[in-house]
Structure formats: C-alpha cells, structure tokens
C-alpha cells in the first residue's frame, strides 16, 4: 500500500534504491540512532556501514488552487566504523580499507545524482558534503542532495463560500 504522504513516499523510494547497493548493511530513517549507545552491547543500534535518511521540509512557495511547490533536502548520513589507520607509515593495503567510506560515498552518489525518485519528483541533485567531527570512532559523512515535487494534496480542498451581506434599514 502506497503512503499518502510525499515524504513518505520519498523515503521510500530512496530507501529501495540505496538497497541495491551491497555494501550497505544498514539503511534506515534518520532517528539519532548513532549517537545512541545506551543498548545492551554500548555501541549504536546499526549495522555498518550505513545510511541513516532524513528528509528536510524546505521551503515551499503557493502555486494555484491551494497547491504548492515544495524544494527539500534529502540528508543522508553515511557512516562506518573503519578498523584501521591512514598514517604515512601504515600499508597501502590498510589505508584503503580504512578509507572504503569514501568508495561507499561516490557508489552512493552515483546511484543517486539526477535520479528521479518517481513520477511526482524532481532529480536528486548534490547540494554539499561535510564530514561530521564527533569524538567516538565512527566515520560520518553527511550528504545533501535537493529536490522539488508539486504538492496538490491539498488542492481545492477549500470551499469558498459567497458572503450574503445582511443590510438593514439603518444603511439603506
């Protein structure tokens, strides 16, 4: 059964599309799950590496008929927990495994730059790239890519009425 929702609907989509790529172990809607640490093992409640999607509302401007247009970010946050280091000294062999996110990164953007979630949606476009700063050992890169869909869900939902004015003998 399709959701009602727009962003439902998206986070769908992007969820099904992201599984058709092997490396990733886990992808799920975007709950804080990384900063969590209070399960029974003290790590988060992923699997890694993942993709963790959260859909920002944006800003969406009038159109006609009660409708609007409706620009979002699409945030995903890909995380991995590498298990090696990246100095000078460390082989070569090592230094890519540990630097593997970024390989997960562009097969991920691949997979996601210019597609179309469905018929009601723009192409995802890349919007910028950060690398998070947090002090555990999980590597987070946060990706951002924009689209835009026309929201007529709530179109002519709204009954105009016509105003029958009231006129008494006093304004005549």
Request: glycine share 6%; charged share 20%; aromatic share 8%.
């Amino acid at each position: 059964m399709a959701l009602q929702s727009l962003f439902g609907n998206l986070f769908l989509a992007i969820q099904a599309k992201l599984a058709t790529i092997p490396a990733l172990r886990h992808i799920d809607h975007e709950y804080g799950q990384l900063e969590d640490y209070n399960t029974k093992d003290g790590k988060p409640p992923v699997s890694f590496p993942c993709v963790l999607i959260d859909i920002d509302q944006g800003t969406p401007s009038n159109t006609s008929d009660n409708s609007q247009l409706m620009v979002c970010s699409v945030i995903l946050r890909i995380a991995d927990a590498p298990h090696s280091g990246t100095g000078q000294s460390t082989p070569t062999t090592y230094k890519e495994k540990a630097l593997n996110f970024y390989e997960l990164e562009d097969t991920i953007h691949k997979a996601l730059q210019g597609w179309e979630p469905g018929d009601e949606y723009n192409a995802l476009i890349r919007s910028s790239t950060i690398t998070e700063r947090r002090e555990d050992y999980i590597r987070v890169r946060q990706v951002r890519y924009t689209t835009g869909f026309d929201d007529y869900t709530t179109a002519n939902t709204q009954t105009k009425v016509a105003a029958t004015p009231n006129i008494t003998g006093e304004h005549l």
